[in-house]
């Protein structure tokens, strides 16, 4: 997947402070995420992940594959193969 860019007010932004820019940097950003962060962000009422996913690139294919996702190992390996492969 090219990386494009989309505005500075679509960037996701993390609870922690980090600002994720793209989806190729999604897996890093997951990886080095602590569990806590993640956990804010993906939950049992929301995944804001899959939200930013669908809604600001309209990736619906990689969109489903994280829907139902609650580790952030699994979200990352699942990102990284579908926008690397």
């Known amino acids: 997947m090219p990386v494009t860019?989309?505005?500075s007010?679509?960037?996701?932004?993390?609870v922690d402070g980090t600002?994720?820019?793209h989806l190729a940097e999604l897996?890093?950003?997951?990886?080095?995420?602590?569990?806590?962060?993640?956990?804010?962000?993906v939950n049992n009422e929301r995944n804001d992940f899959y939200d930013w996913v669908?809604?600001?690139f309209?990736?619906?294919?990689?969109a489903r594959?994280?829907?139902n996702v609650?580790?952030?190992?699994?979200?990352?390996?699942?990102?990284?193969?579908?926008i690397f492969s």
């Open 9 to 14: 007010d679509k960037y996701f932004k993390v």
């Open 70 to 82: 609650k580790r952030k190992e699994t979200m990352a390996k699942k990102v990284f193969s579908e």
């Open 19 to 21: 600002v994720i820019r």
């Open 58 to 62: 309209n990736h619906s294919t990689l």
């Open 27 to 41: 897996p890093d950003a997951l990886r080095n995420m602590n569990p806590e962060t993640f956990a804010s962000h």
């Open 5 to 7: 860019s989309i505005p």
């Open 65 to 67: 594959k994280i829907r």
């Open 54 to 56: 669908k809604d600001v």
